[in-house]
């Protein structure tokens, strides 16, 4: 009995860390988990951290290391291969019998201080997990990648066909315009994403 108990619970164990997109019969769906819950992506900051990523489902966690420049805790960007941020990888999956159109349609801030923006300390980008950050902030790229604040967005993200994947992760630097401290402290970006069938 406990044996059955033990294969029923890990079950539905791997069935709650499974956060697929799927096409509902209407055009349009926000990509939530099981529980409703929309899409996160969740940051931490620490200074001299131990640089340490984790995938979550329905987020994708990313941990900045910060270094103090005059008092001012900055981007630590001096490792050339990270740049100070190290991100887990955002996989969507589309499990529907028709090839679906994905879209980021909002993006919430989190805020540093009561009138500085997240977005506003750091440039943020959401792009394509395969790509390097040379090539996503290179002068022709960041503007398809750069996440800005606001609602009805309609940014896609690519297309999946049947039982096909899209991977993202999270890239940063300093904004140069913005002199804010990044303080200690955990950070989460709202992001609404839309899935919708592709019309032929």
Known sequence: MKKALALVLALAMMCALAAPVMAADSDNKTVTNEDGQEVWLNGETKKDAALI???????INFQIATKEDGGVLTLDDS???????????????????????????EVGDAAVTPTVGFLSVLDVYLAPASMTRADVFDAAGPVDYKLSVGSGLTRELGTMGLSGTLEFKIFAKDNETDTTSLADGKYQLRTVMKVSTVTA
Do not use: C, E
């Open 79 to 105: 490792d050339p291969g990270t740049g100070g941020v190290v991100s887990g990888t955002g996989k969507f999956t589309n499990n529907s019998n028709r090839s679906v159109k994905l879209t980021l349609s």
């Open 53 to 59: 990523s984790v995938v979550m489902p329905t987020a």
